[in-house]
Structure formats: structure tokens, C-alpha cells
């Protein structure tokens, strides 16, 4: 079995009296798409931004590519590969979709503080984002103000976006969340041309989804993992049924 | 040293600190509520002592000045709600810097178009003339003493209006959460308004009180305005508490700063050099105070709750 | 896009022909003008920097503008006293040099306020930034070596090579040249890698860090950057005056700055050249007309923020679109 490439160790994450995440353990393999599943209030998104580096865990370590992450600033885990993608579109309205895109890449090759090079002239930084932008669908929108996309092509420019800071790994945060069902079955079939290039951590409440591009599944509910395993697995895991699909059977 | 004169400052930086917080409640409030950054606050404290001068001049009455300086300036204050403020709301801090900032150009060359350029002046009412004898045998003036017993007062009915009022719970409602307050169908315009008023008396009342201890003047609101602006950020902005503890902190910590820091300095150094550091360091007191409470506590030391 | 450059162009035209204009009618009095309208410009282009392409709403600037000028004042003071700063540190009388010091210690001073106001944001940082520069104010008034409240005079210009700057025109070229080397760096930057991250800054920091670029090292650059550029406007400024004074480091000139950005166009290449043309002018015209002359300006500035949004270049060309 491949060494895991991120891993979760006893993560512990309280707010007050709730314990938001209560001693989680798990990793993401090369190769695979791991998908986090869990009732509303699970914590899911808790555990995400605790990976992601906008929260600090209270207790627990988070090891990526063999190195200790776990107090490590947002940008310094994205630029060790450690890409995300937001549950609700961030990106910037200003700038075309393409700039969007090219400010990824320019973050990649460490040129950000260059003052004079004119960024519209470069290259390296235009083609290789817009190479992106095709890869996620967007090539005939990268002129357009990301403000001026719709929600779908937003969603899809955060995508592009986690692909051009060169990730080792993306964290998918609810990639599919306001989609519809064309909508997500398009993107679905972009997520599965992706894997075997990069491995994903997917949270996700679109089942079908999760089944369909899943490799493993964990089961969060308040706060801890109580299952992992592969799809079938899951399906017929007891306590999951009990506590998660609501199922008495 | 002497225990009188660190007591007579120790007074004098209550004094000056309940004075800042009439000004700084005002503002806070109305950030709180409003969300909005009002740099003519200070001409509203200007108009107030303004009022009260020309009414004590025209009547003989400090009282009548008194009452006229929180009338003028709530009149003041709910007229510039209803002409400019009002479009204000929502917009982003830096339009509002920028209007309050001609409003504060628009009330200075207005009251010098009305008053003239020399200073008025505003005597003491005779009711508080006279001093008092403190521990330690050092007279006290009184004036200062009411000073600070209005102060008190205002932060006591200040509590009691937010805390126990149909008026302070509606104030309260809109400072967690702007759009359920028009849910519940709470006349928003209104309140803003009236929000805007007390807030406008209050620094209209600072005006007045402390035009009798210096001379009444155009510019006069401004010193004071960004004392006021240190005092809340220091407190955190929208917590009338914060507002409190952060008024008499900076009033103290000002005052006694002036006193002890050419004192501690001067057995370090020559005594005049003692006295020229001194005052130098003293100016810049509060504001490395608060630098270094920001640096700390970015959001002050009491965080409010909204926003 | 084209509409902004076709007003960039007229722009151009503008600022050449001022100074020209003001060559034809030979009163030193138009001179003097033009020259305060290109340091007023320059020192809003510094704050372009940090609060247009960067969101950073200083109302601080003040403190880099009054310490460029008593870099100016204390260094000239020096050298026609023939007194050493320090030991073996003499003064000058060298415009080049003067503007490298003020450049220098206005970012060097914007370092540790910009790590700290950066802290906070939104109305805290504009409350932090207003209260270091008040610190510094208090500072100049009451330290007396340099003249304290009163300020300090200095009875020559300073001299650049070969410029007699004792001439009101060729001083004023030289703050023209200043202006426009300062307009050429924002036009570079505004383009730049740098330029990219830190707008992005301003549009959304979180998205920032998620792409692996730290917005908190952007931004301090930015600051002392911006700093820089106004602290040698600040500079130019009391060797307009021959005087530097307390005044230079209120607030109230904070405040001015903020006025001509948001009056010729937030983040606009030629916002503040804009601004602070329509400002110089009112401030002249008005002058002319009426002794209140400040009542009416804040009326107009009232009307430029609640019904002119994005001031005279977003009047005149729309919205700002990044290719």
C-alpha cells in the first residue's frame, strides 16, 4: 500500500462546549479520491478549513508529503501542493477569468514580487493559465469578469484555479453544491479525468456524485469518523445506516 | 512627590476621560447600529458648545445654554441623518470618510459664517463656581466634580435605555442584525434617526460642558473627535462598555502620563531635557496605547458581538 | 478600457500644458500653483498605491508626507549650519540625496506601523493608521530641537545638478519630472506580478492565500512602497515652502489626500493628478470668489460622493475593467 500523502492524526477542534471535531484520523493515498460524507453539522467544513489552514486544530497533527503542516500558514500548505476549492465560489470579481487563473500561476513560479513585468505580456504566465481555464471547460470565457460568470463557470474557475497552483492534492469543499443535476454530472466527468493525476479529498452531499468518483468514503457524524471503506462498504456499514442514511433496516 | 497633586490629576483625568465618553458613546453607538465611521462628530460637539454659548450670552443662563447646546445639536445631528447620512448606510468606509469629512469643511466655515472667527466664551455657572477642599488639603473646582457626576449619570441612563427600554432593545436588535430588525417591522428609518440625535446631544453636551473650561471656538470638536476615535477602538467599535472603560482610560492614562513622565525621566537625565522628553513621550502616550492594544487585541478589549 | 485611455491621454496633454500655461502668463503666483498641484499629486499617487490598488484606507499618510519634509528641513538646516547630524554625518543641500533619505526613512518607519495596523483591517486600520500618524504629529510639536510647533525655516532651496531650483520653473519641472516618474512606477506596477496580488488583495485576501501568496507580505510592501512615494512628495513639498511644520503630519492633510484619490478615481492610473487638479483649482477659483470658500468645496465634495461614484474618471470612462 502507498505511503499516504496527507494524513490526519487524533485532530481535535472544540468551540466553547461543542466539540466540532472530536479525534480524527485519516489520510488521502496517491491516486485516490477520498470522499468525506456526513450529516449537516457533522463538521465537515470544520475539518476542511482546519486542513486548508484557515483554522488551527486545538490538538492533532496534519502531515503532508512526509512534513509536519499542522501550524503552518494557508499559503505556505498551497504552496507545497496542498490545493482547495471553497464551498461557496471565491474568486476575484474584478479580474477576467483567465486573471484569475494566472495570478495561480504566477503564486507557482514565485514571481510576485516582480514590479515591473507586465503580466499581459508574459507567456508563461498567460499560457500556462489558460491551459488551465481549457482543462476545466472555460476557454471560450476567459475574457469575461469572474463577477460575470455564472454560478456553474464559477464553480468550474475555482477548479481551474486549484489546478494552476500545481496541487499535489485538492481538497473539493461541496464541488457540486447549487449545480443541478446536468450540472454536476458534467463536472463529475471533470473530476474523473483529473484522478489520476491528482488525488482529492472530496466533501460532498451529492450522492450519486460521491458514489459514482469515490475510491473510499469516511462517515462524520458529530465531529468524529465512525466508518471508512469503499463504497460498498459503506452501503452496508450498520452504524453508518443507523446514524447517517437514517435507515432502521 | 505629592499625593494632592497626583490626586488633583487623577481627578482631572476622570474628568477629561467621562468627558470623552460623552463624545465617544455617540460614536460608537452609531457605528454599532449603523455601521458608519462619522468624522463630524466633532462639528456636532462644536455646534453644541456654539449653542450654549450665544443661549447663555442672549439669556444670562448657563442652564438654558445647556439645554439649548443638546437641543441645537440634536437638531443638527438628525438634519444632517435626514440629508446626507442616511444615503451613507452600506456604502463603504472610505465614501463615508470621505462625506463626513465635507461635512466637517461644511459645519467650521458655516459657524465662522455665523459667529466670526474670535473665540466666545462660557462662564462657569455660579450653582458650581468655587472649589472644594480635598484629603490632603488641595481645593478642588467643583465644576470638574459635575463634570464627572454627569458623566456618570449619562453612562447610568445610557445603561438603562439599552438595557430596559422598548427603544434600547430595538437599538440592540439592530446592532445583531440589520435586516431582521426591518423584519420585525421596526420603522428603521426612524431609529437610525433617532440613534443619530442621541448621539448628536451627547457630544452637543460635551461641547457645552467643557466650552466653560476653555474658550469656544471653530475647530474645537476636532482634537477631541480623534481622542474619541482612540478611545472606541480601544474599547472595540460598538460597545458602549468598551466606549466607557476605554474614555477613562485614555483620559487617565493622558493626564498622568503628562505629570509622571518627566518625573520618572528625570533621574535618568537633565532636568530640562527631563521635561522636554517628558512632555514629547506624554503627547504620544495613548496613542502607543493604543497601537499596543491593537497589536494585542485587534478588535479592542471589548469585541462587539455584531460586525 | 479605451475610454480611460483616451482620458489618460488628455491627461497627459494636461499636466504638459500647465506648466507651459503657466510660463506664458510668467506670474510666479500660477508657478507656485502648478507646482503644489504636482507635489499634492505625487503624494496622492503614493497613497494610491496602498489605498487604490491595495484597499488599504491610511489616514495616515500624513506621517511618510511631513517626515519626507523633515528630512528636507533638518538636512538642509544641517548643512547651512555646518553642523554634523552625528558625528561624522554632515547635512545637505542635495535634492537627489534628500529624496533617497525621505524615501528611505518613510518606508522604514511605514515597516513596523504597516506590521501592525495590518493586523486589523477595515475601520480599526483606518483608526490605527490615523493614530500613528498622530503619534509622530505629537512627536513634531512637542520635541523642540527642530522647532517644535512652530516648525523649522530654511532660507535657500536645496540644489539638484545643474537645475537652478531658486527659479520657480525649473523647480517646477523638477516636481513635474518627479510626478511623472511616479505615474510611469504606478502605470509598470499596476501590470505587474506584484500589482496582480496585490488587487487581489483588496478584492478578496482569502482567495489570496489560497492560491500560496501571503497577503499580509504584499500588502506591507505596498505600504511602504506607498510610503515612500508620499514621503518624497513631502519632501518636494518644503523646498516648495523653504518650511516645514507640524501641519504637514495632521490629519487634516491625511484627510486631503483620501479627497483627491476619491475625487479623480479610486486605483485610476491619473486619479490623483486628477483629483488634485480639480482640488488646486477649486481651491484657487473658489478662493477667488468667496472668503467661505471651504464651505463650498465640502458642499462639492458631498455631491461628488453621494452622486458621483468613482469620481471624475469614473464619470468620464466607467468602471475600471482588468483585462
Sequence with gaps: ?249 | MQIPLLLEQLLNGLQFGFMLFLMASGLTLIFGVMGLINLAHGSLYMVGAFACAAVAAATGSFWLGLVASLAGAAAAGALVEVLVIRRLYGRDHLDQVLATFALILIFSEGTRWLFGSFPLYLDIPPLLGGALTLPGSAPYPIYRLAIIGAGLLVALGLYLLISRTRLGMRIRAGEADREMIAALGIDIRTLYTIVFALGAALAGMAGALVGALQSVQVGMGEPVLILAFVVIVIGGIGSIRGALFGALLVGVVDTTGRLLLPLALSSFISPSAAASTGAALASMLIYVLMALILALRPRGLFPAAAG | MARETVFNGLMILVLAAIPAAALLFEEPFYLTLATRLAILALAAVGLNVALGLGGLVSFGHAAFFGIGGYVAGILAVHAFNMEPLLPGLPGTKSMPVIWVVSMLLAALIALPMGAISLRTSGVYFIMITLAFAQMIYYFAISWPAYGGEDGLSFYVRNGFPGVNTLQPLPFLLVCYGLLAAALLFFWRLQHSPFGAALQAARQNDVRLAAVGIRPFKIRLTAFALSAAITGVAGALFADLNRFVSPSMLSWHLSGELIVLIILGGVGRLFGPVAGATVYVFLEYGLGGITERWQFFLGLILLGVVLFARGGIIGLFAGRPRHG
Excluded at chain 1, 463538521?43 to 503532508?64: C, M, N, S, V, Y
Aim: aromatic share 4%; net charge negative.
Design chain 1, 1 to 249: 500500500m502507498a505511503e499516504p500523502l496527507l494524513q490526519l492524526r487524533g485532530l481535535k477542534k472544540s468551540f466553547g462546549a461543542l466539540l466540532a471535531t472530536d479525534n480524527v484520523s485519516l489520510t488521502l493515498r496517491p491516486g485516490e479520491i477520498h470522499a468525506l460524507i456526513g450529516p449537516n453539522g457533522a463538521g465537515k467544513t470544520t475539518l476542511i478549513h482546519q486542513i486548508a489552514g484557515t483554522l488551527q486544530p486545538d490538538e492533532g497533527e496534519l502531515r503532508f508529503a512526509g512534513q509536519d503542516i499542522t501550524s503552518l500558514h494557508m499559503a505556505d500548505r498551497v504552496q507545497l501542493g496542498l490545493a482547495r476549492t471553497f464551498q461557496v465560489s471565491s474568486v476575484l470579481p474584478e479580474f477576467s477569468a483567465l486573471r484569475n487563473v494566472m495570478l495561480a500561476v504566477q503564486a507557482r513560479q514565485g514571481t510576485s514580487f516582480r514590479f515591473f513585468a507586465d503580466v499581459r505580456r508574459d507567456a508563461r504566465l498567460t499560457d500556462a493559465a489558460a491551459e488551465c481555464l481549457a482543462r476545466a471547460g472555460l476557454d471560450g470565457r476567459a475574457a469575461v469578469p469572474a463577477a460575470e460568470l455564472s454560478h456553474g463557470e464559477r464553480r468550474r474557475l475555482e477548479i481551474a484555479i486549484a489546478l494552476a497552483t500545481g496541487p499535489r492534492a485538492l481538497l473539493l469543499d461541496e464541488p457540486m453544491a447549487g449545480l443541478g443535476p446536468e450540472g454536476s454530472k458534467d463536472l463529475v466527468v471533470l473530476l474523473n479525468a483529473l484522478r489520476s493525476e491528482v488525488p482529492m479529498l472530496l466533501v460532498e452531499h451529492d450522492m450519486d456524485a460521491v458514489f459514482a468518483l469515490a475510491d473510499r468514503i469516511s462517515v462524520l457524524v458529530y465531529g468524529r469518523v465512525i466508518a471508512t471503506g469503499t463504497a460498498d462498504e459503506i452501503r452496508r456499514h450498520p452504524e453508518v445506516r443507523a446514524a447517517y442514511l437514517g435507515d432502521d433496516a
